[in-house]
């Protein structure tokens, strides 16, 4: 059997990884071949369609905020930027923004004026403002609450995916429903891959986007990458009283909500001892039952009377090192990149993750924004990141 070639080989389809390949594909300096190795093209076991698709600039990290930024810009333009054949995709982005709650409210006043300062919309609401912005919020005990008016909300995160994927596609991108067995080395570059049914691929350049997978995929080049799947649950329920003009809110316990098609989803991160690393897609029901529902039924007065409908599963590729993505190439091998350890960031995050891989790849350097400081030095240099805004 012929051995296929490639310039860049992209092992994970999902959102970062279609991402990747629009970028490199649409941009006029990349004259390579570009295929993507994914196992699921139906995408049942993604990460992607399990999210709850949010969009916010409210986090503590530069990088962070400048990457949401720039994700909210080109989800904007994408019915233009992923039209193919004449069909611009519907992304539904409901700019309804993000309310974060704090009953103390030192730290997020500094964020405010942080994220600001960087270009983001986001407003310091307290006392009598807060409470006519938000009469259905029990105000009672918060000191101070940040909502962010523009650039905040959240899409449909399985049209995104598809949208970059046929936009990839008609762009010339390969896509080979397999998964990689093993790489194959020589010295201190990944020559090629075997796949799992049985073929070879020889490559250019192989970008780790295997999401939950990444780290047994980086063993397969010696690289240790500290991150693991967790397990996230959404609960969704009904509501009689409507508040489908309800921003995202999250509450200071960590609990967040927000208006879904009528109904309402809402969730919460488990605690560190209850949170074990798991591909189980079973439903923690005690987590809705104990901690999520007295919770909103404190701080929502409506929400004392509710119906649970739904609920699902997804997973995180989580970095349990500082919770923030790891992107390079590392020393070794000097042709393999990645982008792991989102840690619920990736939809939000791929637009910018797409273009700075590329530009990498293409140009050994950022030319748009300046992602050094999450490259994967940090890790082995002991030196996290730490996002204080985390949900």
């Not at 982005?93 to 704090?102: D, I, N, P, S």
């Not at 598809?162 to 010295?187: N, T």
């Not at 009904?238 to 999250?250: T, W, Y």
């Not at 488990?270 to 690393?277: A, F, H, M, R, S």
């Amino acid at each position: 059997m012929p051995v296929q070639n490639y310039d860049v080989l992209i092992a994970g389809g999902g959102i970062t990884g279609v991402a990747l390949a629009f970028f490199l594909a649409s941009n006029k300096d990349f004259k390579g071949r570009v295929a993507i190795i994914e196992p699921d093209p139906t995408y049942r076991m993604a990460a992607t369609p399990k999210s709850a698709g949010g969009i916010r600039q409210q986090f503590s990290t530069r990088e962070n905020i400048l990457m949401s930024r720039f994700a909210v810009e080109f989800i904007k333009d994408a019915p233009y930027l992923l039209e193919v054949n004449g069909i611009r995709p519907a992304l539904e982005f409901k700019e309804r923004g993000y309310l974060f709650m704090a009953k103390d409210g030192s730290a997020l006043a500094d964020l405010c004026d942080f994220q600001c300062a960087l270009g983001a919309s986001i407003h310091l609401l307290e006392g009598e403002m807060l409470r006519s912005k938000f009469p259905w919020l029990n105000c009672e005990d918060l000191a101070v609450s940040t909502f962010g008016s523009k650039g905040e909300g959240w899409i449909d995160p399985y049209a995104l995916l598809q949208a970059f994927r046929a936009k990839a596609k008609s762009l010339g991108v390969d896509f080979i429903k397999d998964e990689v067995r093993d790489i194959h080395m020589e010295k201190n570059r990944v020559m090629g891959v075997t796949l799992l049914q049985g073929g070879r691929i020889a490559c250019g350049v192989l970008v780790n986007q295997t999401g939950v997978q990444a780290r047994n995929l980086a063993a397969m080049v010696n690289l240790d990458l500290p991150v693991f799947p967790k397990k996230r649950c959404v609960f969704v329920f009904a509501c009689r009283e409507d508040l489908s003009s309800a921003p995202l809110c999250i509450d200071p316990s960590g609990v967040w909500w927000r208006p879904e098609s009528g109904q309402y989803i809402c969730g919460i991160s488990p605690p560190l001892e209850k949170d074990p690393t798991t591909t189980e897609e079973d439903i923690d029901q005690n987590l809705f039952d104990e901690i999520i529902w007295p919770i909103l039924a404190h701080r929502v007065p409506a929400f004392q009377a509710i119906k649970p409908t739904n609920a699902w599963a997804g997973h995180y590729d989580y970095n349990v090192f500082d919770q923030n993505v790891l992107i390079g190439p590392a020393s070794s091998p000097e042709n393999f990149y990645f982008a792991n350890g989102f840690s619920g960031h990736g939809l939000q995050q791929a637009p910018a993750i797409g273009r700075a891989l590329s530009e990498l790849i293409l140009y050994n350097g950022y030319r748009s924004l300046d992602l050094s400081a999450l490259s994967y030095a940090r890790y082995i240099a002991n030196n996290p990141i730490i996002e204080r805004h985390d949900v």
